[in-house]
């Protein structure tokens, strides 16, 4: 029987209410255009965070928009117009960087907020303009062709020949400023192979060659290593941890053959609180506040393409059987930090 053309198995505007509850933390989705940013190769990212007014009974400020600006090498009118197209995207066949299926810049954006902006410019070429607005989407209109625009001059004050702006705006996320330090925190630990003047990589700590500067609100973003063997939080103490033993773990999947390197990271025994003859880390104010040595530093940090993707108890994993029962104990605060790197 032949089959006539029927109907889209995607309403637009009702999909776009869906995609908007996929769960992006606020810090998830800024990693969103930092991938982008650190895949066009730029060397500053700026983030300015811009707040509202607060309302009656309200203790801390909402986020009104999230301005992002980058020197990398800029977009064309063909790829500016893709950026924000859901699925497409420049990176599909690429074996290797942090971003290949062209989804996270608009999902991260309208999990925030309603309207997307964005500004680039290529070396050679002038700035161009286009947006996602989903209250202009439900009336039927989609993604404007990209036109010639400028930029707000004081972004561009940060750029010089090339670069990117991405603006949020239209935002109605429940972030507020008191999120923002932690927001910090989260990002500096998940570039922090990107941002630090060491890195650990092929199981040996060397000089970042390339190290990207990213500021939020004009200040720079700090590295955090939970394995301690690049950055140390406590900025009156130098010491590092102990490279331990890294050594590559072949993989075989079903014929598709790959591998990961596991490296192990020793604390200095100075940090250790022993007063109590239980010989844990982590337990003294010094470790938790200035070290910043705290429950969501135990486990595995698993790494790819230099980001990491995941750090803490793997679930379901226990280490020490207690009885015949119980697969055994959780992580404890003993535990020492092991990195993964794929």
Same mark, same amino acid.
């Given at each position: ?7 889209s198995?995607?309403?637009a505007?009702?999909?776009?209410d869906?995609?908007r509850?996929?769960g992006f ?9 930092i991938?982008?940013?650190i895949?066009?190769d730029a060397r500053?990212? %700026?983030i300015?965070?811009?707040? =509202?007014d607060? !309302?009656?009974m309200q203790k801390?400020r ?5 301005? /992002? @600006?980058d020197?990398?090498r ?10 924000l197209i ?9 074996k290797?960087?942090i971003?290949?299926?062209g989804v996270?810049?608009?999902?991260a954006g309208?999990s925030?907020?309603?309207l997307?902006?964005?500004y680039?410019k ?6 161009m303009?286009?947006?996602l607005?989903l209250?202009l989407?439900k009336?039927?209109e989609?993604?404007p062709i ?5 930029p707000?001059?004081n ?16 935002i %109605?996320s429940?972030?507020?400023? =008191?999120?923002l !330090?932690?927001?910090?925190h989260?990002?500096g630990?998940i570039?922090?192979? /990107? @941002?630090?003047?060491k890195?650990?990589?092929?199981g040996?700590?060397d000089?970042?060659?390339k ?5 939020m ?9 939970p394995?301690y ?7 009156d103490?130098s ?7 890294s ?14 390197r596991i490296t ?6 100075s940090?250790w609180?022993?007063e ?7 337990q003294?104010?010094?470790n938790?506040?200035d070290?910043?040595?705290?429950i969501?530093?135990?486990?595995i940090?698993i790494?790819?393409?230099g980001?990491?993707?995941?750090f ?9 059987k207690k009885d015949?029962e ?6 404890k605060?003993?535990d020492?930090f092991t990195?993964?790197?794929v």
């Open positions: 029987m032949e089959m006539k053309t029927g109907l198995p995607i309403s505007g009702s999909a776009i869906s995609f509850d996929m933390k606020t810090d998830s989705a800024i990693g969103e255009i991938d982008n940013s895949e066009a500053n990212i %700026d300015l965070i811009n707040y =509202k607060k !309302e009656l801390q909402r986020i009104k928009s999230i301005i /992002f @600006i020197d990398g800029g977009m064309t009118s063909d790829i500016l117009l893709k950026f859901i699925g497409e995207g420049t990176k599909k066949e690429l290797s960087g971003g290949k299926f996270g810049a608009t999902f309208i925030q907020g309603k997307i902006s964005v680039s290529t070396k050679t070429g002038n700035w303009y286009t947006q607005d209250d989407l009336k039927g989609g993604i990209p036109v010639e625009k400028n707000p001059d972004y561009i004050e940060k750029l010089d020949e090339q670069g990117t702006i991405v603006i949020w705006d239209k %109605d429940s972030t507020t400023e =008191k999120d !330090e932690s927001i910090k989260n990002i630990r570039y922090r192979k /990107f @941002i630090s003047i890195k650990l990589e092929g040996r700590v000089d970042n060659e190290i990207i500067r990213l500021r609100n004009g200040e720079n973003v700090a590295p955090y290593d394995l063997l690049t950055y140390n939080p406590k900025s103490e010491d590092l941890a102990e490279l331990g033993e050594k590559i773990v072949p993989i075989n999947s079903d014929g598709i053959k790959s591998e990961m192990f990271s020793y604390l200095p025994e940090w609180d022993d109590d003859k239980m010989y844990k880390p982590g003294n104010t010094e938790k506040v070290r910043k040595i705290s969501e530093n135990q486990g940090s790494v790819r393409a980001k990491e993707m995941a803490g108890e793997i679930p379901h994993l226990k280490l020490l015949n119980d697969g055994g104990s959780s992580f605060a003993a020492r990195g993964v790197e």
